[in-house]
């Protein structure tokens, strides 16, 4: 299979190892490669790959976006977000998907199955791409009130408004940080899908956690470091918590089984990856 993931910039990008483990589980034979470029070698690539056979790519920030007028079709999820991180090439046309969200959802409840089994209170900190993607995808679950809180409160009321009426959520709303760190002890699930806390912001996180409920579940999606400061300070409050290398696994997941039509059993693998490739 001839992969690829187009980004700018890629850095050490743990993709290629996670979908060669894919390919070995598989007995496939391809390869994943990392196309880092910038916006005019992003579309001379695509034109490229156009002229090639190609098998699927995946695409991440800054181009989740710009791809989309380079694609025949979208799907509804995709369609909704308005953003496409995996494209999958269907009887010649190509397919904009996204992954994410769905992802994140899955591995989510993997970790913790009970925690849809009632109305839960969701407080998720970012309204940026991949805050679309996964409240995109929570919103199928069991939520009582979801709070969108962000630095600029505008962005997390243009979500609140893309998602209203679409959903079963009793409380859909958008807030300012101070004042969702007001409501901390009211949230079962809090999710951060901004960059705070990420190298070399390691030291930032958007709220402060004091006061949260015990059986609370705390979840990054920052994966650089593992352990941010966020997922610390939820530790030591004695708060679950849930990692940022789940969503990239699980979303890498998707992506490669509607590639090869087959489905990836993590079991074997998953230790392993974390092993290698998250030692931090
Ligand atoms: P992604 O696709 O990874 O979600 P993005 O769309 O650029 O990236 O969104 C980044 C998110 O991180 C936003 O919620 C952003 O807040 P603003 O909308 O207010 O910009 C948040 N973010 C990034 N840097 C931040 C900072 N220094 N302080 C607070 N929020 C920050």
Not at 13 to 23: A, G, R
Not at 56 to 85: C, H, M, S
Not at 120 to 137: D, E, F, K, P, T
Not at 149 to 162: P, T
């Amino acid at each position: 299979m001839k992969l690829y993931l187009f980004g700018y910039p890629l850095g050490h990008s743990v993709s290629p190892q996670i979908h060669q483990t894919f390919l070995n589980q598989l007995g496939l034979k391809g390869e994943y490669t990392l196309l880092s470029c910038d916006q005019e070698e992003f579309e001379r690539q695509i034109d490229r790959l156009k002229q090639n056979q190609v098998d699927g790519f995946n695409i991440t920030i800054p181009y989740k976006q710009e791809v989309i007028k380079f694609l025949d079709r979208l799907d509804p999820t995709a369609e909704a977000i308005g953003a496409v991180n995996t494209v999958v090439v269907e009887d010649g046309e190509w397919v904009g998907y996204n992954t994410d969200g769905l992802g994140y959802v899955q591995s989510l409840k993997e970790h913790f199955p009970e925690l849809f089994k009632r109305k839960i209170n969701v407080l998720v900190l970012g309204a940026g791409g991949a805050s679309r993607g996964i409240i995109h995808a929570i919103l199928k679950e069991s939520i009582h009130r979801l709070t969108i809180a962000n630095r600029s409160l505008s962005k997390a009321e243009e979500i609140v408004d893309l998602f209203a009426g679409s959903n079963q959520v009793t409380t859909l709303e958008a807030s300012s940080y101070q004042e969702a760190e007001k409501k901390i002890e009211t949230y079962d699930l809090i999710i951060n899908t901004t960059s705070l806390g990420m190298v070399p912001n390691e030291t930032s996180q958007a709220v402060q956690l004091d006061g949260i409920k015990k059986e609370a579940i705390v979840s990054d999606i920052v994966y650089k470091p593992l352990n941010t400061q966020l997922l610390k300070q939820a530790k030591s409050l004695g708060a679950r918590v849930h990692h940022g290398h789940e969503m990239l696994i699980y979303q890498a997941k998707l992506a490669f089984e509607m590639w090869s039509q087959q489905t990836i059993d993590l079991e074997p693998i998953k230790k392993d990856l974390e092993r290698k490739l998250f030692r931090n």
